[in-house]
């Protein structure tokens, strides 16, 4: 075991330079960091929220908001449904959850009800041929409603799709590291570490962004529109646009905001006022054509989230699948507007139930608690091993347990791993069992040595017969904290990330330099005696 092999050499080495190389930005100051040749490496530990501050948000997807979409949805098929199948009704409705609608002729009724059982709905996952709503006749009516597993999963996969649009969004804000998390059915937390402007992430992320074009339905009046007369098929949408309150659209979508693939903050050529420029995929792009070049002279208006931002007029056909938002834009809001339509639309409204701000100054606070509780930590540990092993073996685990805090320190800045507080108790927890491994191999040599052996065979039955032990109880804790990481969140996430880095570290340290370092005391000085039998 005390051989000097060349890869032993080489690996103790390698992880000096390692360790030296990625933590050392953490301790220069930016202006030399900007200094240094770029092949070195830069980054700086990331610090989570309690450390750095930042911003805590809880939301709450609508799920009941999506309910009623649904259904409205619903209506709208069934609508069409039975008009292509020339089919007579009246009295189409919701309540409760379920949509009734009265079919005029009798002898319609089953023709209807089979339309509606093929037609409208979707198919239902893991049920053949089934779909997500039933169809109930009771006379002249047909009663529609959806089942309720397919709504649970909608809502569900709504959730989903929540989290993963959320992060697309801060993403693209340049925020780093944001915690996003499930809690509970229909709730997600946000830890958004050092964003400066919480109130710009709450927009960013509580706007459902859902884009639509659609045309202005021109055959209502101003005066019907304001007494709320309008025809089925259209609906009265409020405006943005300085120009009229609002505008009566045909509820038919022409092209929606899934189509997009790019929106980008421009300026207007001939205002130079903020824009966001867009593109269509080849569908919309299609579809937009097609409907530009019908209504020439008409207006179309452009939706987002139930509200007119603009209604131009079509003055000819726009078939190259790009245009622009215009409307009383900041360059601020007309970049947030092209990162939410980037990011895509949220399938549910997002409510903020609870919204915690915490300062740069309680970070900074922090960061020195934890640094002294480091310390002292570090100090009690020294002193430890020192007084039990004297300066020559205590000496070298203290030489092992530097390295090991350099270790995670570079590693952790490598990967960028957020540090929070609790990461700095798995990093104080990880520095006090750092040496247990070097208490157990020392412990083995004495009874070893008091066992009559030879001192380099008590040196070596020392590290051998310690190997097994320190492996069993680094394993189990390493399996602990892969167990917090996969089911915990945040903060819990974080110790458990610290600590097994910090295990892993303590491992190579306490055992491969030790044993480097015991073996060029030994070929130095060729003792005769152990310094601590």
């Known amino acids: 075991m005390l051989n000097l092999s060349r890869w032993k050499l080489l690996a103790v080495a390698f992880s000096v330079v390692f360790g030296i190389l990625f933590a050392l930005p953490n301790v220069l100051p930016q202006r030399t960091l900007d200094a240094m040749p770029g092949w070195m490496p830069k980054q700086k530990l990331n610090l989570g929220l309690d450390l750095q501050g930042g911003s805590y948000l809880l939301l709450e997807v609508d799920t009941q908001a999506l309910r009623a979409e649904k259904l409205t949805n619903l209506i709208e098929d069934m609508r069409g449904t039975l008009r292509n199948g020339q089919i007579q009704f009246s009295s189409l409705s919701q309540q409760n959850g379920r949509i009734s609608v009265l079919i005029n ?10 339309l509606l059982r093929n037609s409208v709905g979707a198919p239902l996952a893991g049920t053949p041929g089934g779909r997500d709503v039933n169809v109930n006749v009771q006379g002249q009516r047909i009663e529609v409603a959806f089942v309720a597993e397919a709504f649970n999963a909608e809502a569900a996969k709504a959730v989903d799709q929540s989290i993963e649009i959320i992060r697309r969004r801060i993403d693209q804000l340049g925020t780093k590291e944001p915690s996003i998390t499930r809690q509970g059915i229909d709730r997600v937390v946000v830890q958004a570490a050092g964003e400066s402007d919480p109130e710009r992430l709450k927009r960013v992320i509580g706007q459902t962004a859902k884009l639509s074009f659609q045309m202005v339905d021109e055959t209502v009046t101003a005066q019907d529109a304001a007494a709320g007369r309008v025809p089925p098929g259209s609906v009265y949408v409020p405006s943005d646009d300085g120009y009229l ?12 905001g899934d189509m997009l693939t790019d929106a980008q903050q421009q300026f207007d050529q001939q205002s130079g006022a903020p824009v966001v420029s867009f593109r269509f995929n080849g569908v919309g ?3 937009f054509g097609d409907a530009t070049s019908a209504n020439i002279g008409k207006r179309f208006a452009i939706v987002l989230d139930n509200r007119v931002i603009s209604a131009p007029v079509i003055n000819s056909a726009i078939t190259g699948g790009s245009g622009q938002i215009t409307g009383s ?4 809001s007309a970049n947030d507007l092209a990162v939410l339509l980037r990011a895509g639309a949220l399938p549910a409204p997002l409510k903020v139930e609870q919204q915690r701000t915490v300062g740069a100054e309680l970070g900074a606070d922090a960061v020195k608690a934890g640094g002294i509780s480091t310390l002292v930590a570090f100090v009690a540990i020294v002193a430890f091993m020192i007084l039990s092993y004297g300066f020559l073996f205590g000496g070298i685990s203290v030489v092992g347990l530097v390295i090991n805090g350099l270790l995670i320190t570079a590693i952790m800045t490598m990967t960028q791993a957020t540090l929070t507080l609790p990461g700095i108790a798995g990093l104080i927890l990880t520095l006090a069992v750092a040496v247990d491994a070097n208490v157990l191999i020392y412990e083995r040599m004495r009874d070893e040595v008091r066992a009559g052996r030879p001192l380099l065979s008590a040196m070596d039955a020392g590290f051998s017969r310690a190997m097994t032990t320190i492996i069993d109880a680094n394993v189990t804790t390493i399996l602990a904290a892969a167990i917090m990481f996969q089911f915990g969140s945040g903060p819990v996430r974080g110790f458990a990330w610290t600590l097994s880095i910090g295990v892993i570290t303590s491992v190579f340290t306490a055992v491969l330099i030790t044993q480097v370092l015991l073996a060029v005391w030994y070929r130095t000085t060729r003792p005769k005696t152990l310094p601590i039998a």
């Open 105 to 114: 002729d009798p002898a319609q009724v089953n023709q209807a009800a089979n």
């Open 245 to 256: 309150p609002g505008y009566v659209l045909k509820k038919r979508v022409v092209v929606s």
């Open 285 to 287: 792009s299609r579809r």
């Open 329 to 332: 834009f900041t360059v601020e």
